[in-house]
């Protein structure tokens, strides 16, 4: 019977720690690891453990229960002795650190009688080792021991051999000449007698180092009954912090700015679908990876230069449930280890996140249940000229950019730019069929026209552009330039590379940022670069424009028309990093 059974009853008896004793002791504690209403099935069960593992005992606990424990040890080497058995499967995962209250009479070893409340010596202060403890047990007597090892015992021995190099044959737990010479190869490399044959003290010190990955961050199990999870977690490394369905933070709590997050929600195909999209959305998971997705479930691993992060996520029974680790870049053996075990040891339980809970947690639009969506270094305007997505924008939009993508979905590259004239012309990666496309103007308005320029004002917060209005103020820069149009229109910043409009839809040209130095203009005071330079860029480009209209020519449209035609051809451009 495993240890939970008798929970509440070993947490009241053995919870409180001991005082450290005089002279420099401290009262022994022990590994609980299973207890038994049989006093037969207890013995079976120690006799069983004794085979692999070293410091077995057997105890009556009262009631006619027997409790099988590891020890005795200082607090310090109990911790790590847990840790370390917990981690490689070789005791419950339920097992735990207990006082020597409660211990009865000793039944494990056979013959034995002493104290279970004796002390043990504090370990001295650390010093380098000068060499290996010598073998403690003959090949004869190692062999004997050998076979109390369970075949789960002996693949495990095998796999710690193989990721050290020592061994490169299958993990099929036969203990045959390949597996002999790896063993031999390993007690070489550690300078003891390479016979071949690992003494349990070899043993464990093999497994301690193939498990040493997951003792530095203190893998250990963890149940999250809210988001019906168990799994194995680096718990030294973080700790819980919040829910915001569908998500647990577990926030860093460690050097390596580790993070973990589980997922848990009710859904069914849309909703683990949707997640899929919305996780890659996110900052903390980074473009560049491979992502996989069936009609169950999916993988995102997503890597930059200071981050990779693994998300999984699976649907069953109405639940989508999952995790993601964030790892720091540049630890990947460590962060493998780590991933193997959260995978293999993670459990569905009864449960999942309530979806309507956490609606008092911080709402933003930049945040997605406390999870931070990845966002553009700045984004301005942009308008297609012809049918297949050529976009014009500004400069501005596109200088430094590591990606260049139109209404976030799709990704552009510069065709040519202007830097003089402060234009750019982009292709979109894959085809688009662009609702509108830009008729630029052949001709020059008249001075005092009515104009109105379409544009992303606040940098595609509200999702749609928006028409700005104001008037021809001047067929040049103040300057002189002839190339430009100076406007009476107040504009934002997101509304630079938008196109600049008459009253009959025709495009006089482009939007050009505010001018910014050592003169402040007036706010009402904005250019635009000529719809005849723009073509003339295009026609360098090869992208010839659309059939050009004449300036005024048309009927004014009704303001609603006007806002269909802009909306049309509008596009966001946003330079990420």
Same mark, same amino acid.
């Given at each position: 019977?495993?240890?939970?059974?008798?929970?509440?009853?070993?947490?009241?008896?053995?919870?409180?720690?001991?005082?450290?004793?005089?002279?420099?002791?401290?009262?022994?504690?022990?590994?609980?690891?299973?207890? *038994?209403?049989?006093?037969? $099935?207890?013995?079976?069960?120690?006799?069983?453990?004794?085979?692999?593992?070293? +410091?077995?005992?057997?105890?009556?606990?009262? @009631?006619?229960?027997?409790?099988?424990?590891?020890?005795?040890?200082?607090?310090?080497?109990?911790?790590?002795?847990?840790?370390?058995?917990?981690?490689?499967?070789?005791?419950?995962?339920?097992?735990?650190?207990?006082?020597?209250?409660?211990?009865?009479?000793?039944?494990?070893?056979?013959? /034995?009688?002493?104290?279970?409340?004796?002390?043990?010596?504090?370990?001295?202060?650390?010093?380098?080792?000068?060499?290996?403890?010598?073998? !403690?047990?003959?090949?004869?007597?190692?062999?004997?021991?050998?076979?109390?090892?369970?075949?789960?015992?002996?693949?495990?021995?095998?796999?710690?051999?193989?990721?050290?190099?020592?061994?490169?044959?299958?993990?099929?737990?036969?203990?045959?000449?390949?597996?002999?010479?790896?063993?031999?190869?390993?007690?070489?490399?550690?300078?003891?007698?390479?016979?071949?044959?690992?003494? /349990?003290?070899?043993?464990?010190?093999?497994?301690?180092?193939?498990?040493?990955?997951?003792?530095?961050?203190?893998?250990?199990?963890?149940?999250?009954?809210?988001?019906?999870?168990?799994?194995?977690?680096?718990?030294?490394?973080?700790?819980?912090?919040?829910?915001?369905?569908?998500?647990? *933070?577990?926030?860093?709590?460690?050097?390596?700015?580790?993070?973990?997050?589980?997922?848990?929600?009710?859904?069914?195909?849309?909703?683990?679908?949707?997640?899929?999209?919305?996780?890659?959305?996110?900052?903390?998971?980074?473009?560049?990876?491979?992502?996989?997705?069936? &009609? #169950?479930?999916? /993988?995102?691993? @997503?890597?930059?230069?200071?981050?990779?992060? *693994?998300?999984?996520?699976?649907?069953?029974?109405?639940?989508?449930?999952?995790?993601?680790?964030?790892?720091?870049?540049?630890?990947?053996?460590?962060?493998?280890?780590?991933?193997?075990?959260?995978?293999?040891?993670?459990?569905?339980?009864?449960?999942?996140? #309530?979806?309507?809970?956490?609606?008092?947690?911080?709402?933003?639009? #930049?945040?997605?249940?406390?999870?931070?969506?990845?966002?553009?270094?700045?984004?301005?305007?942009?308008?297609?000229? &012809?049918?297949?997505?050529?976009?014009?924008?500004?400069?501005?939009?596109?200088?430094?950019?590591?990606?260049?993508?139109? &209404? *976030?979905?799709?990704?552009?590259?510069?065709?040519?730019? +202007?830097?003089?004239?402060?234009?750019?012309?982009?292709?979109?990666?894959?085809?688009?069929?662009?609702?509108?496309?830009?008729?630029?103007?052949?001709?020059?308005?008249?001075?005092?026209?009515?104009?109105?320029?379409?544009?992303?004002?606040?940098?595609?917060?509200?999702?749609?552009?928006?028409?700005?209005?104001?008037?021809?103020?001047?067929?040049?820069?103040?300057?002189?330039?002839?190339?430009?149009?100076?406007?009476?229109?107040?504009?934002?910043?997101?509304?630079?590379?938008?196109?600049?409009?008459?009253? #009959?839809?025709?495009?006089?040209?482009?939007?050009?940022?505010?001018?910014?130095?050592?003169?402040?203009?007036?706010?009402?005071?904005?250019?635009?670069?000529?719809?005849?330079?723009?073509?003339?860029?295009? !026609?360098?480009?090869?992208?010839?424009?659309?059939?050009?209209?004449?300036?005024?020519?048309?009927?004014?449209?009704?303001?609603?028309?006007?806002?269909?035609?802009?909306?049309?051809? $509008?596009?966001?451009?946003?330079?990420?990093?």
């Amino acid at each position: 019977m495993r240890l939970w059974f008798l929970s509440f009853l070993f947490a009241t008896l053995f919870a409180a720690p001991f005082a450290t004793a005089q002279q420099g002791a401290e009262e022994a504690v022990w590994v609980q690891i299973e207890a *038994h209403p049989s006093l037969t $099935t207890a013995q079976d069960r120690a006799r069983a453990y004794a085979g692999g593992l070293e +410091d077995v005992n057997g105890f009556s606990l009262g @009631g006619n229960w027997y409790g099988i424990a590891l020890g005795p040890y200082t607090r310090a080497e109990a911790e790590d002795r847990l840790r370390q058995l917990r981690a490689a499967g070789r005791i419950p995962r339920d097992s735990y650190i207990s006082t020597s209250n409660g211990l009865g009479r000793r039944f494990w070893p056979a013959g /034995t009688s002493a104290d279970p409340a004796q002390t043990v010596s504090a370990p001295a202060e650390a010093t380098p080792a000068a060499a290996p403890e010598p073998v !403690d047990e003959t090949p004869a007597e190692a062999r004997r021991s050998e076979r109390a090892l369970t075949g789960d015992e002996r693949r495990a021995l095998q796999i710690a051999m193989q990721a050290q190099g020592f061994y490169d044959a299958g993990i099929d737990g036969a203990f045959g000449p390949g597996t002999r010479r790896g063993m031999a190869a390993w007690q070489e490399a550690q300078g003891y007698e390479a016979t071949g044959i690992l003494t /349990t003290r070899q043993r464990r010190e093999l497994l301690a180092q193939y498990n040493a990955p997951l003792t530095s961050v203190g893998m250990a199990m963890m149940a999250d009954p809210e988001a019906g999870i168990e799994l194995m977690m680096p718990m030294d490394e973080v700790r819980f912090s919040r829910y915001e369905p569908p998500f647990a *933070h577990y926030t860093s709590d460690g050097p390596l700015g580790v993070r973990v997050i589980l997922i848990s929600q009710p859904g069914n195909a849309a909703t683990l679908f949707g997640l899929y999209d919305i996780l890659q959305t996110l900052e903390v998971v980074p473009l560049e990876g491979p992502r996989a997705r069936d &009609d #169950d479930s999916f /993988t995102i691993e @997503g890597r930059d230069s200071e981050i990779v992060t *693994h998300a999984q996520a699976s649907l069953r029974g109405g639940q989508v449930k999952g995790f993601m680790l964030v790892w720091p870049t540049g630890d990947e053996q460590r962060r493998q280890r780590i991933l193997t075990e959260m995978q293999n040891s993670f459990t569905r339980l009864d449960g999942v996140l #309530d979806p309507a809970a956490g609606a008092d947690a911080r709402q933003t639009i #930049d945040l997605v249940s406390g999870l931070k969506l990845r966002t553009p270094r700045l984004s301005r305007s942009g308008f297609f000229t &012809d049918g297949t997505g050529t976009v014009v924008t500004t400069t501005e939009a596109v200088e430094g950019c590591a990606r260049i993508t139109l &209404d *976030h979905d799709y990704q552009a590259e510069i065709l040519t730019s +202007d830097a003089g004239l402060g234009v750019a012309v982009l292709r979109p990666v894959q085809r688009l069929a662009p609702m509108e496309v830009a008729r630029l103007a052949n001709q020059s308005p008249r001075l005092g026209a009515e104009l109105a320029v379409s544009g992303f004002s606040y940098e595609g917060r509200l999702g749609a552009p928006t028409l700005t209005f104001g008037a021809l103020a001047e067929l040049q820069g103040l300057e002189g330039e002839a190339e430009l149009s100076r406007l009476a229109l107040e504009a934002l910043a997101g509304d630079a590379g938008g196109p600049v409009m008459g009253t #009959d839809g025709t495009v006089l040209g482009m939007l050009l940022p505010r001018v910014t130095g050592n003169r402040a203009l007036p706010a009402d005071v904005s250019f635009a670069a000529d719809a005849s330079e723009i073509r003339a860029l295009l !026609d360098s480009a090869g992208r010839p424009s659309a059939t050009p209209a004449a300036a005024g020519d048309g009927a004014p449209l009704s303001p609603d028309a006007l806002a269909r035609r802009a909306q049309g051809m $509008t596009v966001l451009v946003s330079c990420w990093d």
